[in-house]
């Protein structure tokens, strides 16, 4: 497995991860644009992608903008692999390198996303007006960049 920032370029196998997943798929997938990943990758924050026999198979994003983890998807042949876990840290480290702003999350109730933070230390805030679980982080024991 190899982990290296997230390019432009990779966007579109970006978006073939996205809606591989299993759990919190996007209702309208119209919604998001590639450009709307570019933005977030040049403009707004940062992220980071796992490659497995030359595939993406992993990405996360997180917005320094908003303050909030935009994207952290796996396909799903890879979950519980340790992917997910690497990519979080990689985005934590990050985004608190960054700033000392709280960022947030929401996902789907029910899910293994949400049994996932949870044991990555999050803090569940409430529910978004959609219904989704929301999650705070406060700190993060940053690690060397």
């Excluded at 929401?106 to 293994?112: A, I, V």
């Excluded at 230390?121 to 690690?143: A, C, D, I, K, L």
Aim: charged residues 25%; negative net charge.
């Amino acid at each position: 497995m190899i982990f290296r920032e997230a390019q432009v370029t990779d966007i579109p196998q970006l978006i073939t991860v996205r809606l591989a997943v299993l759990e919190n798929r996007l209702s309208n997938p119209d919604r998001v644009t590639a450009q709307d990943y570019e933005d977030y990758l040049t403009r707004r924050g940062k992220g980071w992608v796992c490659i497995v026999a030359d595939q993406i198979v992993g990405f996360a994003i997180a917005d320094l903008q908003d303050h909030n983890i935009w994207a952290l998807f796996i396909q799903p042949e890879f979950a519980g692999r340790g992917v997910g876990k690497r990519l979080h840290d990689l985005m934590l480290d990050w985004y608190f390198h960054h700033t000392t702003e709280t960022v947030w999350l929401s996902t789907g109730p029910g899910t293994r996303a949400e049994e996932f933070y949870r044991r990555q230390g999050w803090q569940e805030t409430g529910r978004t007006q959609s219904g989704e679980v929301r999650f705070e982080m406060h700190n993060w024991p940053t690690h060397t960049l």
